[in-house]
């Protein structure tokens, strides 16, 4: 007996496959991703349901475009039961999609499964009719479409399962793409077993007056699908939901690091550090051991931070932090406060000597260079150690005297430790009082300058002045730069402050300059900290531009140690300034490199001889005069001026006048002055010059 295809239902067909396959591929997505057992199985049954309807379906919808020119009608019971093995087909599909392994073996397994039971839907479907005689099959077109099935379901499964994972880049256009070939398939194994199904002539339908074919596509067609977009934006909406609940979780994860450690480190910081000590503190006092707290910062990280740049000072942090990872024991912490200060929580310390073992173990390991940018860079930490319960029971009291110990190590020469002891935490004190007020003398002007005068070693008259720096706090009352300028230089509270004191020199002469006095050469330290800045000489240079101060009246010192730091870079500021109209001299020579060869590389205008050759002259006469008279000779031999220090005595400016010594400065001639009393010293040396000039001057006749 022969039929006819409608086309329309044909191609409603492959649509409801090509859907529901589409919606197979997104649900083993989302089932995928769910964690929870129970959630997991509902969507499991739910999209069993949900794609079992599609599959059964397209079926039915195959077999309507399928017309015979008998009436037809399908057995309710077996309908439903072809039904209920495509939603048990697509459970299983789902469960072979959705596991962590596929597999060589289990794939073909699952895809003869799978294509029996599609096979099996199909042909049921065909009982539901209840032909009389029975439909006669070809039997190679029905292997053919088992075996089309078969291929089908295992190609289907393997696209499934590697689509399953949401996080791949254009997954539903994959999807998509994925769908349309499994609904071909699908379609095609359909049509390939009904053309293996013959009616023979004069057959009956005996199930003609059951299910009713207009209702039964017209509510096929409807319901599939409703239940299949239903189903997809719950999906694609409990998808989202996760997708929001993961990113809000991931990013609640990534505060809580954040606010625990340190950005660039990855070490525990101060707060976690906290934490740890507080429990380590807990366990202490209840008599489970004691422990130590190393505090330590970087010796001259300062200076590699500002003349190389953060980018090296970052990884020389990064390289550190390793370091004493790799010197730490478990159960212990290394933390990052912050800068270049790190801390190490050392458990299970019996004695003070496991301590010290620790903090010559982190010693030892800074002695081999950094290497950063191909270039070795030789760091060392100053360690101080606090041991609880001996030297405080608190986090805040630990932290504190195992950071005064820091201090008294870097006192003893940098690069040891040191163990806390009390005289250390009045000095702690002493020390973060001497900060604050730093901090606001800066707005409060309670910084000053004293200017210690400079006299020409031929026949005594002023030759200029070096200004230095006061601090008079009304509490801790008048500090002396030899207690608040080498904490300024640690802290970094001496690059401020040294701007500030070209801007005071700039502004006291000019007021000189007002009240009618000759001008004067100004002589202002540079400390090693300022000369690391990159900006160093712009700023300079603007202040003199904001104050209308010429640059020639401006000599800066650099310590002979701060200068040999880095001979290149000094020789090049060096030339920068005197480019700039600034005079440059070098400060305490003899106290650092005492290397004579690299003086003529920097080419600067004077050599201050420091204050310890000068008392040579009298303590050590023969050698000592021998000495000085050298540097003088050499500095001569260069074009350099020479300036004495710590004149005090009539025999030192004696042999040092004897010796052609170009300045000298000291209390023997002049003790630092406040600006009125050097402004004072200044109007008499103006006055003896215009008498001078009026004793030189020709009579005027009289009239």
Do not use: C
């Given at each position: 007996m022969h039929g006819t295809y409608n086309f329309w239902l044909v191609a409603l067909s492959l649509a409801v496959a090509t859907l529901a396959s589409f919606t197979a591929l997104d649900l083993s997505g989302r089932i995928a991703s769910v964690v929870r057992r129970r959630q997991r199985q509902a969507w499991l049954i739910g999209g069993a349901g949900a794609m079992g309807v599609g599959i059964w379906s397209m079926h039915f919808i195959g077999v309507l475009a399928f017309s015979l020119p008998i009436p037809v009608g399908y057995d309710f019971a077996i309908t439903a039961c072809s039904l209920l093995i495509?939603?048990?087909?697509?459970?299983?599909?789902?469960?072979?999609?959705?596991?962590?392994?596929?597999?060589?073996?289990?794939?073909?397994?699952?895809?003869?499964?799978?294509?029996?039971?599609?096979?099996?839907?199909h042909y049921t479907g065909d009982a539901a009719m209840r032909m009389q005689p029975g439909i006669a099959y070809d039997p190679l077109l029905v292997a053919a479409s088992i075996a089309i099935a078969i291929v089908a379901s295992g190609a289907a499964l393997w696209m499934a399962h590697r689509l399953r994972s949401e996080e791949q880049e254009h997954v539903l256009v994959k999807r998509a793409a994925a769908s349309l070939?499994?609904?071909?398939?699908?379609?095609?194994?359909?049509?390939?077993?009904?053309?293996a199904a013959t009616v023979l002539p004069g057959s009956i339908c005996g199930a003609a007056g059951g299910v009713d074919l207009r209702w039964l596509g017209t509510t096929i067609a409807i319901f599939t699908f409703a239940i299949l977009i239903v189903t997809l934006m719950l999906s694609r909406f409990d998808a989202r939901t996760a997708f929001l609940v993961k990113s809000v979780s991931q990013l609640n994860g990534r505060i809580m690091h954040m606010a625990s450690f340190?950005?660039?480190?990855?070490?525990?910081?101060?707060?976690?550090?906290?934490?740890?000590m507080e429990r380590a503190i807990d366990l202490g006092k209840r008599g489970k051991g004691q422990f130590a707290v190393l505090f330590m910062d970087l010796d001259g990280f300062k200076t590699i931070n500002?003349?190389?740049?953060?980018?090296?000072g970052d990884e020389v942090l990064k390289a550190f932090a390793q370091r004493l990872i790799d010197c730490a024991s478990a159960g212990d912490t290394v933390a990052r406060l912050g800068g270049d200060e790190f801390v190490m929580l050392v458990l299970q310390v019996d004695m003070p000597g496991d301590a010290r073992r620790v903090a010559q173990a982190v010693l030892e390991?800074?002695?081999?260079?950094?290497?950063?940018?191909?270039?070795?860079?030789?760091v060392a930490p100053s360690v101080g150690i606090a041991l609880f319960p001996r030297d405080g029971d608190t986090v805040e009291t630990l932290l504190k005297n195992a950071d005064a110990a820091m201090y008294a190590a870097k006192r003893a020469g940098r690069g040891t430790c040191r163990f806390f002891e009390m005289d250390m935490s009045e000095e702690a004190t002493r020390t973060l009082q001497i900060q604050q007020a730093m901090r606001e003398a800066l707005d409060k002007d309670y910084f000053s300058l004293h200017f210690q005068p400079k006299f020409y070693g031929h026949d005594g008259a002023l030759a200029g002045a070096e200004a230095l720096l006061r601090l008079n706090h009304p509490t801790l009352g008048l500090l002396s730069p030899a207690e608040f300028i080498s904490i300024a230089e640690r802290n970094g509270q001496i690059v401020p402050i040294g701007y500030w004191v070209v801007r005071e020199a700039c502004r006291q002469i000019r007021r000189w300059?007002?009240?009618?006095?000759?001008?004067?050469?100004?002589?202002?330290?540079?400390?090693?900290?300022q000369l690391a800045?990159?900006?160093?000489?712009?700023?300079?240079?603007?202040?003199?531009?904001?104050?209308?101060?010429?640059?020639?009246?401006?000599?800066?010192?650099?310590?002979?140690?701060?200068?040999?730091?880095?001979?290149?870079?000094?020789?090049?500021?060096?030339?920068?300034?005197?480019?700039?109209?600034?005079?440059?001299?070098?400060?305490?020579?003899g106290?650092?490199?005492?290397?004579?060869?690299?003086?003529?590389?920097?080419?600067?205008?004077?050599?201050?001889?420091?204050?310890?050759?000068?008392?040579?002259?009298?303590?050590?006469?023969?050698?000592?005069?021998?000495?000085?008279?050298?540097i003088i000779a050499l500095a001569h031999s260069l074009g350099m001026d020479v300036v004495a220090e710590g004149v005090e005595t009539q025999s030192q400016w004696d042999k040092l006048k004897a010796l052609r010594c170009d300045e000298m400065q000291g209390f023997l001639l002049g003790r630092p002055l406040t600006p009125e009393a050097f402004g004072a010293l200044l109007g008499a040396r103006t006055g003896r010059a215009a008498r001078r000039t009026s004793a030189l001057a020709p009579i005027e006749p009289q009239a």
């Open positions: 495509a939603i048990v087909v697509s459970y299983f599909a789902l469960r072979v999609i959705t596991h962590r392994d596929l597999g060589i073996r289990r794939l073909p397994v699952a895809a003869v499964l799978m294509g029996l039971g599609i096979v099996s839907m070939v499994m609904g071909l398939a699908i379609t095609g194994m359909h049509y390939t077993a009904n053309a340190d950005a660039l480190t990855e070490l525990p910081n101060r707060r976690t550090l906290t934490e740890r500002d003349s190389l740049g953060h980018t090296v390991r800074m002695h081999e260079s950094i290497w950063v940018e191909e270039q070795p860079l030789l300059q007002a009240q009618g006095f000759q001008p004067t050469k100004v002589a202002i330290n540079l400390s090693p900290r800045q990159q900006d160093l000489l712009a700023k300079i240079v603007e202040i003199l531009r904001e104050e209308q101060v010429a640059g020639d009246q401006i000599m800066f010192e650099i310590t002979e140690t701060a200068a040999m730091h880095d001979v290149r870079r000094t020789a090049d500021m060096v030339r920068a300034f005197q480019h700039s109209g600034f005079e440059v001299a070098i400060d305490d020579f106290t650092g490199y005492s290397s004579l060869a690299y003086l003529q590389r920097f080419r600067v205008r004077q050599l201050k001889i420091d204050r310890f050759f000068v008392d040579g002259l009298d303590k050590q006469s023969d050698e000592g005069t021998a000495i000085v008279s050298a």
